[in-house]
């Protein structure tokens, strides 16, 4: 893949300026332009970079004269705009929404855990059978701090990504029934053995099928 990378340059600020003189004409009507350099990445400012400059006209005359007190004055009270940091506000952005939606996805679990309903399933991750064995268990009935829930017939393996539904020829059976309790599916979810909660699923999933 053709990745286009580099540096360029941007103007980043103009001053006309009346208090200096004109080598060439002797006129006072100044143009100070400064530039800066900056990284991109599909031409996308990421981050200034580099050295300013500056470039010195004359209004009157036409011509370009220098004048390196004059540049290091303006250039020292000029900053690189934020537009040059785009690409790094952009990822910034990115990255604090993606903690944002972790842990208000966190947050949401940490609830549904403390406040079970029927129909809510668990996706639990167990050393058993094998290492990284997931199954689900899903809460029948809720009685005071007593949670009934049957667990699935299957076991899963995350070869393929955390299971988030049943296989086609899987339901919850009566015959792996147990019971927790809220202290109890708190300690599990603290653990990570508990590895998130299902509720208000479509048919889709499979929670609905049950035996």
């Known amino acids: 893949m053709f990745f286009l990378r580099g540096t360029r340059t941007a103007r980043i600020k103009k001053y006309l300026i009346h208090d200096r003189q004109c080598v060439h004409c002797n006129d006072f009507n100044l143009t100070v332009k400064i530039y800066k350099e900056y990284f991109h990445v599909w031409f996308i400012p990421i981050v200034a970079s580099g050295v300013k400059s500056t470039k010195i006209e004359c209004n009157s005359c036409g011509m370009s004269m220098r004048s390196d007190s004059l540049?290091?004055?303006?250039?020292?009270?000029?900053?690189?705009?934020?537009?040059l940091y785009s690409g790094l506000i952009f990822a910034g952005l990115l990255i604090l929404g993606a903690?944002?939606?972790?842990?208000?996805?966190?947050?949401?679990r940490s609830v549904y855990i403390a406040n079970p309903q029927v129909g809510d399933v668990y996706l639990i991750k167990t050393d058993k059978?094998?290492?990284?064995?997931?199954?689900?268990?899903?809460?029948m009935r809720v009685n005071g701090d007593s949670?009934?829930?049957?667990?699935?017939?299957?076991?899963?393996?995350?070869?393929?990504?955390?299971?988030s539904k049943l296989d086609s020829g899987d339901h919850f059976s009566s015959d792996n029934e147990l019971v927790y309790t809220k202290g109890l599916l708190r300690v599990m979810y603290d653990k990570d053995s508990i590895v998130t909660v299902f509720r208000g699923e479509g048919d889709?999933?499979?929670?609905?099928r049950v035996n």
């Open 71 to 83: 540049a290091k004055e303006y250039e020292s009270k000029t900053r690189a705009p934020f537009y």
């Open 99 to 108: 903690v944002g939606l972790s842990l208000g996805g966190s947050y949401q």
């Open 129 to 139: 059978p094998f290492k990284d064995s997931y199954h689900f268990s899903r809460v």
């Open 147 to 163: 949670i009934i829930a049957w667990d699935n017939k299957l076991n899963y393996l995350s070869l393929g990504g955390t299971p």
């Open 204 to 208: 889709g999933t499979g929670f609905n």
